[in-house]
């Protein structure tokens, strides 16, 4: 652990991420698989995952021999799991039930410009509190984003721990008051045990009201820290549109493997 001279605080801990990919998207099938200048979408996601300092393994969760094959092709660390899991989350929770592990990173397979360092940020708190069992990221709200579903807003406590994570513009804004506000950033880390008993919990009728597991948490308990960055990830895959604007932004950052 020699890469975590930051990190100190975390040299005790064995910290795992893993990346759930399925095949069959609505919207984008064949989604991890994607072409992304001469790489597939899953293998920007392993590399981002694996730059960061406090993750130990980086493993690719999936129900699919494609993904699993591509995976092995770029050398990277792969796991089989059920095809009856019901979410990404679910999928997480299957391999670490087989895995020795302190903390488990849940990244989604979808994000090829996640920052290294906001993993890094969300996995130290758990080097200084023991008492922390889960943790998530945000970052402030862009222009436009306040009204869009599509989009999850947070709203924290006077701690950093969320209140509530809603598609509504939250907090409602009186006139004349500013606009400002968290948008949340679908990684999470977590303690092993409570992982493992959050994928065990029925489903929350908040998370059925709005669509997000994370209200599954708050409504049996379990606290999440948010970590608040300066900004996050422009856009996550979900469509063809997304897609194609990943792969311009890589383009212009000078990420293309060759320079080109």
Do not use: N
């Not at 708190?125 to 945000?138: I, N, R, V």
């Not at 493992?196 to 597991?213: H, I, Q, W």
Request: proline share 7%; charged share 25%; with cysteine.
């Amino acid at each position: 652990m020699t890469g975590r001279a930051p990190y100190d605080a975390l040299q005790d801990l064995s910290i795992v991420a893993i990346i759930p990919a399925r095949y069959g998207a609505t919207r984008l099938p064949g989604k991890p698989l994607s072409d992304i200048h001469g790489k597939p979408l899953i293998q920007w996601v392993h590399e981002r995952v694996k730059a960061a300092r406090s993750v130990d393994r980086a493993i690719v969760a999936t129900d699919d021999d494609r993904i699993a094959a591509a995976v092995r092709a770029f050398g990277g660390e792969v796991e089989l799991t059920s095809p009856t899991c019901a979410s990404g989350t679910d999928r997480v929770a299957e391999v670490a039930r087989r895995l020795e592990a302190d903390v488990v990173v849940d990244v989604q397979g979808d994000e090829p410009l996640l920052d290294p360092d906001s993993l890094d940020a969300l996995v130290a708190p758990f080097g200084s509190d023991s008492d922390l069992e889960m943790a998530t990221l945000a970052a402030p709200l862009r222009s436009g984003e306040r009204e869009m579903p599509s989009v999850v807003k947070v709203v924290c406590d006077g701690g950093g721990r969320a209140l509530y994570f809603s598609r509504s513009p939250i907090p409602f804004r009186r006139a004349g008051e500013d606009e400002l506000g968290l948008r949340h950033i679908g990684v999470y880390a977590f303690r092993r045990a409570a992982l493992l008993r959050f994928a065990s919990l029925p489903v929350a009728p908040l998370e059925r009201a709005e669509g997000l597991e994370q209200l599954r948490a708050l409504q049996h308990g379990i606290a999440i820290r948010v970590i608040v960055r300066e900004s996050g990830p422009e856009v996550a895959v979900d469509t063809p549109a997304d897609l194609e604007r990943v792969r311009q932004l890589l383009a212009e950052a000078g990420a293309v493997p060759g320079g080109g």
